[in-house]
């Protein structure tokens, strides 16, 4: 059974930064294709960013392009959400979810990811 459990949001002012990390269970960030979304209130959830362990291509939303980087830590079994210059229309739930192929063809479909965590809450105040 694959766990997710993340971590490292809170509340921060516009234009900070913040770090986000999702422990996974034994050796799913090497055998899943990774991905952060989120879901802001009234809002469908989106993707941010996704690591495709086939090579490690990245693919990132348009919108946190040059801000936010996805990176991942085999040993540790811990993807991460490294997060700057963050904005107040960012403040969402974030989540961490993993799945088999799915970070192909530029595309961040919820469908494609099989594996959810709970949810780590970020803040961004104007």
């Known amino acids: 059974q694959v766990q997710l459990v993340e971590s490292g949001g809170g509340s921060v002012p516009a234009g900070g930064s913040l770090r986000l990390s999702c422990a996974a269970s034994v050796d799913t960030v090497s055998l899943y294709d990774m991905a952060w979304f989120r879901k802001a209130p009234g809002k469908e959830r989106e993707g941010v960013a996704c690591?495709?362990?086939?090579?490690?291509?990245?693919v990132y939303a348009a919108s946190v392009k040059g801000r936010f980087t996805i990176s991942q830590d085999n040993d540790r079994n811990t993807l991460y959400l490294q997060m700057n210059s963050l904005k107040p229309e960012e403040t969402a739930m974030y989540y961490c979810?993993?799945?088999?192929?799915?970070?192909?063809?530029?595309?961040?479909?919820?469908?494609?990811?099989?594996?959810w965590g709970q949810g780590t809450q970020v803040t961004v105040s104007s």
């Open positions: 979810a993993a799945g088999a192929i799915a970070c192909i063809w530029s595309r961040m479909l919820e469908s494609d990811y099989n594996y």
């Open positions: 690591l495709n362990i086939e090579g490690g291509s990245t």
